[in-house]
């Protein structure tokens, strides 16, 4: 079969060269072992880089034919510019893989053999997260389960590290949405899948490019592009707090009728805030509902743009 390889990059020049090197030694080991034709590649995919990536991009795609490049015309994110790789790259089959070297790459040759046998989505899964500090790794581990709780189907300790076939990437395209999610989309693509299982690594070289606030982007933007949970929670809590002003609203009568002592004025503004909030809280969260769908998608920009290629 054609393999490609798509490595998205953003401001990756420390550890390019390195990755390349072992990327076209894997590729030129499977083309000479016969499990994947000559004309396979290896796609650097770089997301508006601000150091020398694409320069060092261009120079590699001038030494090595098996190594092409693909600028945006700027930073759209990890998700979009593997997102744009996937889309674009020829191939039977597609792996992504990141930059950094942290995925295990003899485990490229165990996903190609699952596609043999008939899978036409092959994740790459890591054995344990002994290389995460503790706290990266409660969280994270925490937010695959939070996913699971709020319905979103993914497949746990799984990141971008994966096979897929050229099948599964035609159904991947007619998926439109902006807000790109790939470890919930490509679940829901259905099709035969199977699991490679891997150890981690350190980073080889730099730093990680995933500063704390892209990883609460990122998560946040799994849950609200998959789950409509957060906005059911809003409508439940209007409803509670509604009940809850009810009751009070008969407390505040009742203590009223009877004669106890009350302060004037005290039940007839708390009652109507709590009641009117919790009211408003509730016709707001059944808006939203509707509302966070429809405007994430009714404006139909494009989710990249290519500036050239190598």
Known sequence: MELSIVVPCY??????????????ELLQKLVGGGTVR?????????????????????????????????????????QLALLAGLLTVPGDAVISIDADLQDDLDAIEHMIDAHAKG???VYGVRKKRDTDTLLKRF?????????????????FNHADYRLMSRRALNALSTYEEVNVFLRG???????????????????????SKYTLRKMLALAWNGITSFS??????????GFVIAMLSLA???????????????VPGWASSVVAIYFLGGLQLFSIGLIGEYL??????????????IETTV
């Open 38 to 78: 000559g004309t396979s590649r290896i796609y650097f995919v770089d997301d508006g880089s601000t150091d020398a990536t694409w320069n060092l991009i261009e120079a590699l795609a001038a030494q090595q034919p098996r190594i092409k490049g693909i600028k945006l015309s700027r930073n759209c994110g990890h």
């Open 139 to 155: 969280t994270a581990e925490g937010y695959y389960r939070l996913l699971g709780v709020l319905g979103v189907e993914v497949v």
């Open 185 to 207: 989309m490509i679940p829901q693509l259905g099709f035969r899948t199977s699991t490679v299982y891997y150890d981690r690594q350190e980073r080889f070289a730099g730093k």
């Open 248 to 262: 009070l609203s008969v407390w505040a009568l009742t203590v009223r009728l009877l004669g106890y002592y009350t």
């Open 292 to 305: 966070a769908k429809i405007y994430l998608e009714v404006k139909r920009r494009p989710r990249f743009q």
């Open 11 to 24: 401001n990756e020049e420390s550890v390019l060269p390195e990755t390349a090197g072992r990327l076209s």
């Open 119 to 121: 899978s036409e989505i």
């Open 228 to 237: 409509p949970t957060p906005l059911r929670i809003i409508t439940t809590v």
